[in-house]
T-cell receptor, first 113, second 116 residues
Framework: GENVEQHPSTLSVQEGDSAVIKCTYS??????FPWYKQELGKRPQLIID???NVGEKKDQRIAVTLNKTAKHFSLHITETQPEDSAVYFCAATWGGGADGLTFGKGTHLIIQP | GAVVSQHPSRVICKSGTSVKIECRSL??????MFWYRQFPKKSLMLMAT?????????EQGVEKDKFLINHASLTLSTLTVTSAHPEDSSFYIC????????????FGPGTRLTVT
């Protein structure tokens, strides 16, 4: 089955700086890669996703890049703000999202004021 | 749009009893629903995939007779934890997917189960 590795487990950045979280996946058949933000005790919120036919996708301060050859994808957050503090999970699946998601272990992002 | 609800949000039960958790898609028809479990400060682990009108598909290591899933309609899936034990205490989260929205999964708010 699919295995997703996520790094780092904790990331502390100064407010206004950029944050990068990296994930690798093992199954070359995976073709859908969403990123979720989860605040303590709350549901995961989809913040951005990318499909395997695209190399990069951007939505305001958030961007995701995908390297299919190397089987890794990354989340980039620019101009970080205190409200960006949360746990971020990457995930992978195949079938364009028709299958269940395999999640990474999560990154606790801390924005220092 | 894409709102998913879960009920109850918290439940405490005694060992040996059964607990039912409901997952509803409120403003779309969910062709597929998924059930995940999340232990404190851990990641989400897929338990099973539920398609309306058919039997659920369980992930390896998940006991289908212990975690009963029923997907009776395009807006409702239920998870019943039977003969609960303290080690079943966890955060159970469902997600729903609608083909018309491109396949993204939207999560419910989760149910905190505590077995005493």
């Amino acid at each position: 089955g699919e295995n997703v590795e996520q790094h780092p487990s904790t990331l502390s950045v100064q407010e206004g700086d950029s944050a990068v979280i990296k994930c690798t996946y093992s199954d070359s058949a995976s073709n859908y890669f969403p990123w979720y933000k989860q605040e303590l005790g709350k549901r995961p919120q989809l913040i951005i996703d990318i499909r395997s036919n695209v190399g990069e996708k951007k939505d305001q301060r958030i961007a995701v890049t995908l390297n299919k050859t190397a089987k890794h994808f990354s989340l980039h957050i620019t101009e970080t703000q205190p409200e960006d503090s949360a746990v971020y999970f990457c995930a992978a699946t195949w079938g364009g999202g028709a299958d269940g998601l395999t999640f990474g272990k999560g990154t606790h992002l801390i924005i220092q004021p | 749009g894409a709102v998913v609800s879960q009920h109850p949000s918290r439940v405490i039960c005694k060992s040996g009893t059964s607990v039912k958790i409901e997952c509803r898609s409120l403003d779309f028809q969910a062709t597929t629903m998924f059930w995940y479990r999340q232990f404190p400060k851990k990641s989400l682990m897929l338990m099973a995939t539920s398609n309306e009108g058919s039997k659920a598909t369980y992930e390896q290591g998940v006991e289908k007779d212990k975690f009963l899933i029923n997907h009776a309609s395009l807006t409702l899936s239920t998870l019943t934890v039977t003969s609960a034990h303290p080690e079943d205490s966890s955060f159970y989260i469902c997600s729903a997917r609608a083909q018309r929205m491109g396949g993204e999964q939207y999560f419910g708010p989760g149910t905190r189960l505590t077995v005493t």
